[in-house]
Structures are given as structure tokens and as C-alpha cells.
């Protein structure tokens, strides 16, 4: 890990604690993550994703400035 990543890990600490301590990231790391749970959990994060381009996308169609 180079010095820059290692100082971001340690400056966000309290913020990626509860990342690290929930059960699919464990279980990914651990490689015990099913992977219909997996996929369900993709799945997901994909139409949050897509719902977000939309969202900025309409947003930028309507602002005056890019500002």
C-alpha cells in the first residue's frame, strides 16, 4: 500500500469502520459471501447507480452554469 493510500485509510478510519465491520464485506473478504447474495447486492447497488446518473444528468440539463 503506497503512503497516500495508507494516509487516507488512517485520516477516514471512523467512516470505514462500519464498512469493514458489516457482514458482506466480511463475508467477501473471508470468501464465505454466497453468490446469490452477492448478485442480489449488485443488483442493487446498479439501479442506485443508474437512479444517480439521472438524477445529476437532469440536474446539469437545468442548472444555468455548470458552476
Do not use: S, W
Not at 5 to 11: G, K, M, V
Not at 30 to 45: D, H, Q
Amino acid at each position: 500500500m503506497t503512503g497516500v493510500c495508507a494516509r487516507l485509510i488512517e485520516r477516514n478510519r471512523a467512516a470505514l469502520r462500519p464498512f469493514e465491520e458489516h457482514r458482506l464485506f466480511r463475508e467477501a473478504a473471508a470468501g464465505t459471501l454466497p453468490p446469490e447474495v452477492r448478485n442480489a447486492y449488485f443488483r442493487y447497488e446498479k439501479r442506485y447507480v443508474d437512479q444517480a446518473v439521472v438524477v445529476v444528468a437532469h440536474t446539469l440539463t437545468k442548472a444555468p452554469t455548470l458552476d
